[in-house]
């Protein structure tokens, strides 16, 4: 047994002497060679060291005359007195770096900014790297895990110079004594007293800590204030706020802070709470323009009231943060505001993080009672449209109270403004966790006018239009809905100087819509006073232009855009209603110059309405129309279905004059008149048979045309009537056609039976000029009956392919009439047939 003690003994001697050796020796040794070696090749700075020791039984760690050369050598850029580092042995307990001692003495760092290219040494060291990836365990835990007590900065200096930016700002005499920085709930105790005194650019700063006192009470305070401080010098020391895009001109800092350091007793743990004030007065910024600096924003006062900053416990609270009198004019050709051409970076695989989850916060909880924006003006211009935006928002006033990270209560917020020519109101909630929103927004008279070079980008043509809206949606986890009404007045697009469509109103009132469920309920919509002008051209429909904006995407192969876009898994067709959608008093034109003479038609005081409209599998809606064309009347009304497409409406038409008409029939139909009227009646049906490709149309009804003076194309008379008739109609667009006719009359003027004769002979004529065969008209030189004013014909049907009638014989004049309407009309109508048939057929062989 004493042999064995004395082995034990002899090995703990033996492992001391070896930890000591090392301690003594090797981590002073291995200390030295890391600065001096692989630090100076790191830096590309040469490294010197004083004296390095380490105490392996009170882990104290000592360092003196370290210093780091500047790379031109002109200077250093670090030197450092004396170090003192007293690690604890609660390291290995915490799992966390936890030093009961640090003490600098004699730092002294000078900067050159233009001189040390900051940026290389960052990527020599790795500095501007990638972060690495952190386990989602890590990344919610807020801030690392440490505690350092008894802090000391003595003696030391920093000095940040830049020739090329007149950049010379100087911290001297800076001395420092903190009891603790920590964010572990540790037991340890300090008794040290903080202060903090620097002298700034010649401005001696002082804080001192004031105790209760620290001994027995285990709290002290540390209170710091700064009085119209030139935080703009030290401000330029960022690159970002010092360059031709963007330089801080100007900004004043006016701070009262606190620290409490409160000791770990009778079970709580330590705590290191901030406090506090600070505010920011004559804020200016300003950009470069050509070779001239101008301002770019200005504020008169930013501050921020912090009721408690709690590190260790990772809790924040702030009374409040307000923005008052900020200015900005704001020009999309600064570089600053430039979009990135910079490609993307390629996407990587997403990887979960526990801080930026909703179902996971991150381990800090804040609150923030209120945020203000007040007397906010903002100018915005854009010369990559034209015409150039120029969009200004005046008078912008927001604030938020009561805003915080659990998300108990939602917070309340509102925002108003005067922009776009008009007035603009927010007011809603919001919740973080959950994130949920719900916002009212009113908008009044808001003008499109110094937006229109957007507009006109987008869609290729000029529009103007003022705007109001009364709205409110909601945005939570699980639905996103929306109500409301939106209006539009003096609505005018223009493609140059030709006007394609106005509006003098039209409205759209949202019951509800549910964008998840993909449904949507528009109680009513009205479009008042409309007049559109469709114009055909050689280069097209004018209307077509709308949305041709010219792009380099226009030059692309047909597909491309779609091939580059990713695809889109089929998604639940949207359902819908519409309560009742109605057009007043619109007018309607058509011009067509591709042919001559130019045609043209107009319809006038159209109003239609539309009721109960439904996306629905067979939901009956109302239609109702009225409208003035060719100084006569049309009406009609009914109603429909859009699925299946079905829909039964009379219709009336009555003392429609032809001869407003007459240029657009001699431009398709070879024909015009001098006069005439026509009326109609009756029942006009749509149905979408099943298996049917295209639904069916029919007419059941009767048409009369009086007074009919048919012109050439020159304007000569070629036939006349007093009156022709069509009654008993029955069409239907089946395959076959089918065209019924009870009875048709036509009564010749009385006149002598040369000319009846010669009139009827122009009746064929103008048969033949439907088919664009003005000059093959034929004249009836034999005829077998005697001839009378009225010619009558009964129960004409249509059947393959050609035209007949009860009671007329192959000699009379109305089966030669007939027989013209085969060739001429019934021809026709067997092509289009084919042609339907066909189309069909290659569908189906297609599916």
Known sequence: MGKGLTFTAVAVAVGAALYAGLGYVAVPQGARYALEKIAAEKLQRPVTVGEVSFSPWSWTFELSDLTVGSRTGKHHLLKLGHLRVDASSRSLLELAPVL??????????????????????????????????????????????????????????????????GIDESITDLHVELPFVSTLSSARESLLTPVVNFNLNGTLVAATGRTKPFGSSLETELALDVKNLDAARFARIAPALNSPELRLASANLTAHASVLFRNPTGGEPAKIILSGEAALTDVKAETTVGKKRAQLAALKKASIAIREVNLVEQRAAVSNVRVEGLTAALDRSNPLLAPKTNAAPAASAPTKNAAASPSEPSAWTWSLDSAELVDANLRWTDGTVSPAAKVTVANLKADLKNLDSNGKEPAAFSLSADTLRGSLALN???RLAPLEVTVKAKGQKLALTDAAGYVRDALGVDLAATTAFDVEGAMRPDATTARGTVSVSGVSLKKGKETLASVNSASVELKDLQLEKRTAAVERVVVEGASVTAVMRKTGLNLAQIGATGSEESGKPEGAAAAEKPSEAASAPWTWT?????????????????????????????????KNLSSASGAKSLVDVSAVIGGGTLNAGGQFTLSPLSAAVEVKADKVGLKSFSNL?????????????????????VSSPEGSEKPVVTWKGDASLSNFNMTNAAGKGIMSWTKATLA????????????????????????????????????????????????????????????????????????????????????????????????????HLAKTETATKTETDAAKTNR
Do not use: H, W
């Open 665 to 685: 029939m001699t431009a398709y139909a070879g024909v015009g008149a001098k006069s005439g009227e026509f009326r109609t009646s009756g029942a006009l049906g």
């Open 728 to 827: 008993g109609m029955d069409i239907a667009t089946t395959d076959p056609i089918k065209i019924v006719i009870a009875k048709a009359s036509v009564e010749q003027p009385g006149e002598k039976q040369t000319k009846a004769l010669r009139e009827l002979s122009g009746l064929a004529s103008a048969i033949a000029a439907l088919r664009g065969n003005d000059k093959t008209a034929e004249r009836i030189d034999k005829v077998n009956e005697a001839l009378t004013g009225t010619i009558e014909l009964e129960n004409i049907r249509y059947e393959n392919g050609r035209f007949s009638a009860e009671g007329i014989g192959n000699g009379a004049l109305g089966a030669a009439l007939l027989e013209k309407l085969s060739d001429s009309i019934g021809s």
């Open 428 to 430: 809603g909630t919001v």
């Open 100 to 165: 009961d001692a640090v003490e600098v003495s004699g730092l002294d760092v000078y900067a050159a900014l233009d001189e040390e290219k900051f940026e290389e040494l960052a990527a020599q060291t790795g500095g501007d790297g990638a972060p690495a990836e952190t386990p989602p365990a890590e990344a919610s835990s807020g801030v690392p895990a440490f505690a350092i007590y008894n802090i000391r900065l003595s003696d030391s200096r920093i000095r940040v110079t830049d020739a090329s930016k």
């Open 578 to 610: 519409v309560g009742e959608a109605a057009l007043k008093r619109a007018k309607l034109a058509f011009r067509d110059e591709t042919v001559k003479p130019v045609a043209s038609a107009q319809l006038s005081d159209l109003n239609i309405t539309l």
